[in-house]
T-cell receptor, first 114, second 112 residues
Framework: AQSVSQHNHHVILSEAASLELGCNYS??????LFWYVQYPGQHLQLLLKYFSGDPLVKGIKGFEAEFIKSKFSFNLRKPSVQWSDTAEYFCAVSSLSGTYNYIFGTGTRLKVLA | SQTIHQWPATLVQPVGSPLSLECTVEGTSNPNLYWYRQAAGRGLQLLFYSVGIGQISSEVPQNLSASRPQDRQFILSSKKLLLSDSGFYLC???????????FGPGTRLLVL
């Protein structure tokens, strides 16, 4: 069965530190990849997505993610975090063949210290 | 622009009571609709999805059911709530099964 793993459940960083959140999935076929973010008190919303093309995708607020097909990974990065990046981040994968598959990871809670 | 509404925002119900959570979408036609349950440390668990009126697919066996009486209305129900039904319920819509999903504000349910 398809699955998504986020290895970091809680991350605490100081402002200006670099961020990398890991996401790995298990599925051998074609996938769409997503990062969603939930800021405190706000709706879960899309941060960035990869469907095809350049494996390095850029999202809102300076976030980017790189799709490495050989590693089944889609890690999220930001070179310098801000206090306002404090949120919960979810990786998600949808597959384009067979039955419906849209799987979310367990989430990573990021706390940025001012 | 599209918006998605959920109500109520919070709900406290006794064990054994019925449940009805409502989700409506504005600004789009024939959306795919989804119900998720979000639990701390467990991410989002897909409960039901619907690709059209009256078409419901269940992802996990449980005490809950879903209905889609109108194109942009999605209802999550239970005849008798269990303690384990407590959680944060999210409704979402999308234009296709594998595309971006857009989430509502959620309903926090506490079953006592």
């Amino acid at each position: 069965a398809q699955s998504v793993s986020q290895h970091n459940h809680h991350v605490i960083l100081s402002e200006a530190a670099s961020l990398e959140l890991g996401c790995n999935y298990s599925y051998g076929g074609t996938v769409n990849l997503f990062w969603y973010v939930q800021y405190p008190g706000q709706h879960l919303q899309l941060l960035l997505k990869y469907f095809s093309g350049d494996p390095l995708v850029k999202g809102i607020k300076g976030f980017e993610a790189e799709f490495i097909k050989s590693k089944f990974s889609f890690n999220l990065r930001k070179p310098s975090v801000q206090w306002s990046d404090t949120a919960e981040y979810f990786c998600a994968v949808s597959s384009l063949s067979g039955t419906y598959n849209y799987i979310f990871g367990t989430g990573t809670r990021l706390k940025v210290l001012a | 622009s599209q918006t998605i509404h959920q109500w109520p925002a919070t709900l406290v119900q006794p064990v054994g009571s019925p449940l009805s959570l409502e989700c409506t979408v504005e600004g789009t036609s024939n959306p795919n609709l989804y119900w998720y349950r979000q639990a701390a440390g467990r991410g989002l668990q897909l409960l039901f999805y619907s690709v059209g009126i009256g078409q419901i697919s269940s992802e996990v066996p449980q005490n809950l059911s879903a209905s889609r009486p109108q194109d942009r209305q999605f209802i999550l129900s239970s005849k008798k709530l269990l303690l384990s039904d407590s959680g944060f319920y999210l409704c979402a819509w999308g234009t296709g099964g594998f595309e971006t999903q857009y989430f509502g504000p959620g309903t926090r349910l506490l079953v006592l």
